[in-house]
T-cell receptor
Framework: AQSVTQPDIHITVSEGASLELRCNYS??????LFWYVQSPGQGLQLLLK??????LVQGIKGFEAEFKRSQSSFNLRKPSVHWSDAAEYFC?????????????FGTGTLLAVQP | DADVTQTPRNRITKTGKRIMLECSQT?????MYWYRQDPGLGLRLIYY???????NKGEISDGYSVSRQAQAKFSLSLESAIPNQTALYFC?????????????????FGPGTRLTVL
């Protein structure tokens, strides 16, 4: 069965430090991968997505993610974190394109940013 | 104005009451979805609809029903609310025309409705 694992429930980084949020997926076919961010009291906003091609994907707000098929990973990175990046981050894999268009979500990583 | 709106944003109700959560979108997307979010569980799909005449159950549809009144409107009902339906509910939309064939459409989410069942 398809699944997404985000090993880190909670991460704290200092403002200006680099960030990497981990995401591992289990899916037998070609994965379609997404990262969403949920700011407090807000809905989910798409940060970036990977469908095919270049394995390093650029997103909004200075985020990027790298697809590594051999490791079944799609980790999210940012070189310098801003206080406004404090939020919850969800990785998702698209499972069932066409018939169901189903998204399987990870359990999320809550990011806190220290001044 | 937001592309995907949900009403109400917050609701407190009692066990046994009928509740309707509404979702409207101005994105012109045919596909709409309802999810619930629980702490530590991520988002789980309740129902989805690929057009006005198409309604499908997701992984956790028991205790819920939906109505697709128009392309732009998709409502979620709890016929008899129970406390374990306390959660954050999200509506989402997508357009298959924006994604490669046989891939997964990008879904766009509303702001959510926080429902508390006492």
């Amino acid at each position: 069965a398809q699944s997404v694992t985000q090993p880190d429930i909670h991460i704290t980084v200092s403002e200006g430090a680099s960030l990497e949020l981990r995401c591992n997926y289990s899916y037998g076919a070609t994965p379609y991968l997404f990262w969403y961010v949920q700011s407090p009291g807000q809905g989910l906003q798409l940060l970036l997505k990977y469908f095919s091609g270049d394995t390093l994907v650029q997103g909004i707000k200075g985020f990027e993610a790298e697809f590594k098929r051999s490791q079944s990973s799609f980790n999210l990175r940012k070189p310098s974190v801003h206080w406004s990046d404090a939020a919850e981050y969800f990785c998702a894999v698209g499972a069932g394109g066409g018939a169901t268009n189903k998204l399987i979500f990870g359990t999320g990583t809550l990011l806190a940013v220290q001044p | 104005d937001a592309d995907v709106t949900q009403t109400p944003r917050n609701r407190i109700t009692k066990t046994g009451k009928r509740i309707m959560l509404e979702c409207s979108q101005t994105k012109g997307h045919d596909r709409m979805y309802w999810y619930r979010q629980d702490p530590g569980l991520g988002l789980r799909l309740i129902y989805y609809s690929f057009d006005v005449k198409d309604i499908n159950k997701g992984e956790i549809s028991d205790g819920y029903s939906v109505s697709r009144q128009a392309q732009a409107k998709f409502s979620l009902s709890l016929e008899s609310a129970i406390p374990n339906q306390t959660a954050l509910y999200f509506c989402a939309t997508s357009d298959p025309g924006q994604a490669p064939l046989y891939s997964t459409d990008t879904q766009y989410f509303g702001p959510g409705t926080r429902l508390t069942v006492l």
